[in-house]
């Protein structure tokens, strides 16, 4: 009976390291072929293309990866169980960038709001400090170009940081022309635009983790503020927070309580969750994508 229990025990750490590393795997190889594509290769005719995928997918699995690990080791601090990062692969054509993102899943409670908060911050701000970098440099390589009548682009929406870094790069066009970015430069711009939706605060994001350790159960006014104020958005602007509104109002408002929930948060953990409610307000674009 006890090597039974050692057998099953052995499978489901296997089972546990195995489907995240399957998934970053093929998530490597998705944006890297969205990565080659948006350099103009053709890597199912041509394999040796998918070399020109290797800037965009490494700065963004990067960025990724860094964001997710923030949450990871922040969890593993503070004593939370949690899974490792699932990647999700997603299409790399013609507009798609070869994934949906990553999340990890935590598997006991939190004790008190403190831990909440760094564990939903550390993500984020860990992303969105690569995040800056790989703008920084792809901006540089970047080039400003005519814009051609008649040619269908696909335009991205400037979130205050990444105008402030355009003005500082001097990466501002003029009448008639834009930049067309860099692979790492998107990928930075991706990432920004990754930290921003992690950041709203409804339900169990990351923005919930923060509001719900700032805010208590007054949190989930806020989350069904902000999917009314996603609704609104979708009908003026990018049709896409449709989906959003959608898919969190089904993945729930609600955010579960700590395990202490009257120990209330000390000064530091405060100016961290209002710092990180101003990296949402720079990173957010009511129009991130338009054509």
């Known amino acids: 009976m ?5 057998a099953a025990a052995g499978e489901e750490e296997k089972t546990r390291f195995a489907v995240p590393a399957i998934l970053f795997l093929i998530t490597i190889f998705t944006t890297l072929l969205a990565g080659s594509y948006q350099e103009g290769g053709e890597p199912f005719r041509r394999p040796a293309d ?11 699995m990067s960025i990724l990866f860094v964001h997710e690990m ?5 969890s593993k601090y503070y004593g939370v169980k949690t899974t490792l990062p699932y990647f999700i692969p997603g299409p790399w054509a013609p507009f798609g960038i070869g994934t949906f993102g990553a999340f990890i899943r935590m598997r006991s409670p939190i ?21 800056i970098f790989a703008v920084g440099v792809g901006l540089y390589s970047s080039k400003i170009v005519e814009i051609q009548e008649g ?3 696909l335009r991205l929406g400037d979130p205050l940081m990444f105008t402030f870094l355009a003005h500082f790069l001097g990466k501002v066009p003029p ?36 509001a719900y350790a700032l805010l208590g159960r007054k949190q989930r006014f806020l989350s069904i503020g902000m999917v009314v104020t996603l609704i609104i958005l979708g009908v003026i602007g990018w049709p896409g927070w449709y989906i959003w ?9 609600h955010h579960p309580p700590t395990i202490d929930e009257d120990v209330p948060l000390d000064l530091k953990h405060q100016l961290i969750g209002w710092g990180s409610i101003v990296l949402f307000i720079v990173t957010f674009m009511p129009v991130p994508f338009k054509i």
């Open 2 to 6: 006890q090597e039974e229990s050692w």
């Open 50 to 60: 998918l070399v020109k995928g290797i800037p965009f997918s490494f700065t963004l």
């Open 70 to 74: 923030g949450h990871y080791v922040t």
């Open 111 to 131: 004790l008190r709001k403190n831990a909440l908060l760094d564990i939903g911050a550390a993500g984020p701000i860990a992303g969105f400090v690569v995040s």
């Open 151 to 153: 040619n269908a682009l």
């Open 175 to 210: 009448a008639g022309y834009d930049v067309a970015l860099s692979s790492v430069a998107f990928a930075g711009w991706f990432g920004l635009f990754v930290t921003s939706m992690n950041l709203l605060p409804i339900g169990q994001l990351d923005g919930g983790h923060i």
């Open 245 to 253: 509104a959608i898919l969190i109002s089904f993945l729930g408002l």
